[in-house]
């Protein structure tokens, strides 16, 4: 079996549970990155990662890497490329370019000349180019630069991985589904023990965790730029999908709860699971997460609360803090707490001792999980690993 070399670009700080998923998944030379992890495979494992890789991103193809000096050197490794071999010229392109400490002046002058040059390469192979759509694309190439080297990347994805094709009502600031699922995975929760996020939001953690739970691919329910290659194995594929159907579990009961303050927010919440087929999976009711009492005596809380951008917000969640730590302290002894926040304001003033403090990012913004091991009579502190931030990942996409 030839082997080929991939990326696959994950949200920063997600890169070691990355590396354990792809190579549970069947990966080979498996190694962390910035921002992403580097593999070795087959078609097969290509087909895989992005049928059922929960925490990457994207899954790009890596079809150069050669050194290089100026925008012409670019242009030539590029022109080289067996571009008509791998995809018609009816198909659209776009191309995105990334950079760190690349000494040459214009990143979009250096993405017209990859444009320039599969277009020739086409143009003089096949007598037709490809045309460009920056929207919705058949096909998508990444670019990379570094100070001395230039790769380039074939998108086997498409649109990115963490669009499941099953969330369709959003609320203001949602968290993407592959960091969900990458949170779920840095907890240690696992299928059958209690969950619960009493700040649901439209219910991305909780359509994450019945998909770990019933063992369900989280690409079951879409499509892939790779079906549009000419290399493409549909029975390969048509035979991934079947074993990953085969493994899924029933849909019963699991003990997964959700609860939000408002109604409209609950309601986005409810449509997902309904759309998603998980309505009989999910318990889901209205409450404050001041009074909420745990549904279990130990479990996982897991949640991404609000957090202030104006002054008033600001001195709203100053008040709302302590009291959430309160809350946590009274009524869920026995249980884990894990949340996800952007707001420096939250740590300082729960007054609650976080045993872990992980850097994460959610797109663009950064933000902190933070671990509180509730136990009777106060708070302990843990001793726990906690993981470093990786620097700016070049190839995550901008999610199109």
Not at 167 to 173: G, P, Y
Not at 184 to 209: N, Q
Request: aromatic share 8%; hydrophobic share 40%.
């Amino acid at each position: 079996m030839t082997l080929y070399n991939f990326f696959a670009p994950c949200p920063r700080g997600l890169e070691p549970a990355l590396v354990t998923e792809l190579e549970a998944l069947g990966a080979s030379s498996v190694l962390r990155s910035d921002g992403g992890v580097q593999f070795q495979g087959g078609w097969s494992d290509c087909y895989r990662a992005n049928l059922e890789s929960r925490i990457a991103s994207r899954i790009l193809w890596q079809v150069a890497s050669e050194p290089y000096v100026t925008e012409a050197d670019v242009y030539a490794a590029t022109r080289r490329l067996l571009w008509s071999q791998w995809f018609n010229p009816t198909l659209t392109i776009r191309v995105n370019v990334a950079a760190i400490k690349c000494p040459l002046r214009s990143l979009d002058f250096v993405t017209l000349r990859i444009k320039d040059a599969v277009c020739d390469a086409f143009r003089e192979t096949t007598g037709r180019r490809p045309d460009v759509n920056t929207v919705q694309p058949d096909m998508r190439i990444h670019g990379f630069l570094d100070a001395r080297r230039f790769s380039l990347y074939l998108d086997t994805s498409g649109d990115a991985l963490f669009k499941r094709g099953i969330r369709k009502n959003t609320v203001a600031a949602p968290i993407r589904e592959n960091l969900a699922a990458g949170i779920l995975h840095l907890t240690g929760w696992k299928p059958g023990v209690p969950l619960l996020d009493p700040m649901c939001g439209s219910g991305t953690f909780l359509l994450e965790a019945v998909q770990v739970a019933l063992n369900i691919a989280p690409g079951s329910g879409r499509h892939f730029a790779f079906e549009k290659l000419k290399n493409f194995d549909a029975q390969q594929w048509k035979q991934l999908k079947e074993e990953a159907l085969a493994r899924q579990r029933p849909l019963l009961r699991q003990p997964i709860f959700g609860s939000d303050l408002y109604g409209d927010i609950l309601a986005a919440a409810r449509a997902n699971l309904a759309e998603a087929g998980f309505s009989d999976a999910v318990s889901l009711k209205q409450a404050n997460v001041l009074e909420i009492a745990a549904p279990a005596p130990s479990g996982f809380l897991i949640t991404n609360p609000p957090y202030g951008v104006r002054i008033g917000e600001q001195q709203q969640l100053a008040e709302f803090y302590p009291r959430l730590g309160d809350a946590l302290k009274k009524k869920f002894s026995g249980w884990s707490a894990y949340i996800l926040t952007a707001d420096p304001l939250l740590p300082k003033l729960i007054r609650l001792t976080a045993s872990r403090r992980i850097p994460l990012f959610n797109g663009a913004l950064e933000c902190r999980l933070l671990e509180y091991k509730m136990v009777a009579g106060g708070m302990r502190r843990v001793k726990s690993p906690s993981l470093s931030p990786s620097s700016t990942s070049a190839l995550e996409g901008d999610g199109a």
